[in-house]
C-alpha cells in the first residue's frame, strides 16, 4: 500500500492541474520540498552533544551548526535529504583521530535548523554563511548536499576552499525532478506546470540547474565518488562529474549503495585530504 500512495497523491493533483495548472504545481513543488523526516533522534542527539553548538543565521532560516575543534585545516560537512550531521559520525571520528577542525551543519528544515520546505539553491546559500563564519577550506557534501556544494563554489567562487569531496552527488536537477515526477505519476500537464513555476520563481527552467556543468567552472582540487549500485542517483551522474569537473579525481565503488559510509570510502577521503 505504501508504493500506492505518491500514485494517489499524484492523481488528485493531476485533477487540480486539470483545472487549475499553477495550483497544481505549486502543490507539486511544496511536495517535493518539505522533508518528512531528519529530524535528530534522542541517540543521535546524546553523540551530537559533545560538538560545540552554534547557531548561524541565513535570513529567517537558522542553521545549527557543530563544531570539534582540531588544529589541522577545517572541513564542513553537509548532508543530504532527510538526514541531519549524525550521518557523518563514523567519519567525523577519522577526521577527529587526525586532528583536522571539523564543522557540520544541519541543512534547512533538517536537524536542529529551523525552517519547513528545502532547496539545494536555499542550501548553498546556507553553506555560503557558515564557509565565511568559519573560514572552510574543504566541503565533503553527500547527495543533495554535495549539489547545494557545487552551486555554492559556482555561484561565490569563495577562495578559502581548497578542496571539495562530492558522495552519491545528483549531477542535474532535471534527473532528481523527473524521478520525483515519475514516482508520483504526474501528467504532462503538471509537469509543464512544474517548469513554468521553477522559471518564474527561480529565473530559469530546470535544465539549467546542473551542478555537473557548472563544475566546469570551479578550478579548487576535487574527489568525486559514486556507487555503480546507488539506487537513488544513478551512476551515470557521476560520470557526468567526471566528464566536467576537470580539476577533480574519481573514483567508482561498488556495495556501498547512495549511503557511501564505508572504510574504504573514508580512506580514499583521508587521502585526498592529505594530499
Not at 29 to 40: A, E, H, N, V, W
Amino acid at each position: 500500500m505504501k508504493n500506492f500512495i505518491p500514485k494517489i497523491i499524484g492523481f488528485f493533483i493531476n485533477l487540480i492541474g486539470v483545472f487549475t495548472p499553477k495550483i497544481a504545481a505549486k502543490l507539486a513543488i511544496l511536495l517535493f520540498s518539505t522533508p518528512k523526516k531528519g529530524k535528530i533522534t534522542p541517540k543521535e542527539s546524546a553523540y551530537l552533544k559533545a560538538a560545540n553548538q552554534e547557531q548561524i543565521f541565513f535570513q529567517n532560516i537558522s542553521i545549527n551548526t557543530y563544531h570539534w575543534k582540531g588544529d589541522k585545516d577545517t572541513i564542513l560537512l553537509a548532508h543530504g535529504w532527510e538526514s541531519n550531521t549524525f550521518r557523518w559520525k563514523d567519519l567525523i571520528e577519522e577526521l577527529k583521530v587526525l586532528n583536522y577542525n571539523i564543522i557540520a551543519m544541519d541543512a534547512p528544515g533538517h536537524g536542529a535548523s529551523t525552517g519547513k520546505t528545502f532547496n539545494a539553491i536555499m542550501y548553498a546559500d546556507c553553506i555560503n554563511v557558515v564557509v565565511k563564519k568559519f573560514n572552510i577550506q574543504t566541503i565533503i557534501g553527500h547527495s543533495v548536499g554535495g549539489m547545494a556544494t557545487v552551486f555554492f563554489q559556482y555561484k561565490y567562487q569563495i577562495k578559502s576552499i581548497e578542496k571539495l569531496v562530492l558522495l552519491g552527488a545528483p549531477a542535474n536537477f532535471t534527473g532528481v525532478l523527473n524521478r520525483y515526477a515519475d514516482m508520483m505519476g504526474y501528467s504532462n500537464r503538471v509537469i509543464k506546470a512544474l517548469d513554468d513555476y521553477i522559471l518564474k520563481h527561480y529565473n530559469n527552467l530546470p535544465e539549467y540547474f546542473a551542478p555537473s556543468v557548472f563544475s566546469k567552472e570551479i578550478s579548487v582540487k576535487g574527489l568525486i565518488i559514486h556507487d555503480e549500485k546507488d539506487r537513488i542517483i544513478p551512476f551515470n551522474d557521476g560520470l557526468k562529474f567526471k566528464e566536467n569537473y576537470v580539476n577533480a579525481n574519481f573514483l567508482a565503488t561498488t556495495g556501498f549503495g547512495h549511503g557511501l559510509k564505508s572504510k574504504p570510502v573514508y580512506q580514499n577521503i583521508l587521502d585526498f585530504l592529505n594530499d
